[in-house]
């Protein structure tokens, strides 16, 4: 199954690692230095124009960790991610 991020943009929800409140986990230093070393590597994709609300991290293709920057609330994705969950 896939989670559909927004602007055509899509994770196999296996995937994925977490999902992450931007308000919430950017008071931690330890984030926000995450967050600037990945953006310095190349591995954040902001999707949308506007502000971003989350950020989801997955596994990428070459095995490093991609960051997706998303307009919606974790809330938001983590239910979709949940409704793709098999039965």
């Known amino acids: 199954m896939y989670l559909h991020l927004g602007q055509n943009v899509m994770v196999r929800n296996q995937d994925v690692i977490g999902i992450f409140d931007l308000d919430n986990t950017t008071w931690s230093f330890r984030t926000r230095?995450?967050?600037?070393?990945?953006?310095?590597?190349?591995?954040?994709i902001p999707l949308g124009e506007d502000l971003p609300r989350s950020f989801v991290l997955a596994d990428g293709r070459?095995?490093?960790?991609?960051?997706?920057l998303v307009p919606l609330s974790s809330a938001a994705l983590s239910a979709r991610a949940e409704r793709n969950l098999p039965v």
């Not at 070459?62 to 997706?68: K, M, Q, R, W």
């Open 33 to 44: 230095r995450f967050l600037e070393q990945a953006e310095r590597k190349g591995r954040v």
């Open 62 to 68: 070459d095995g490093a960790p991609v960051i997706y």
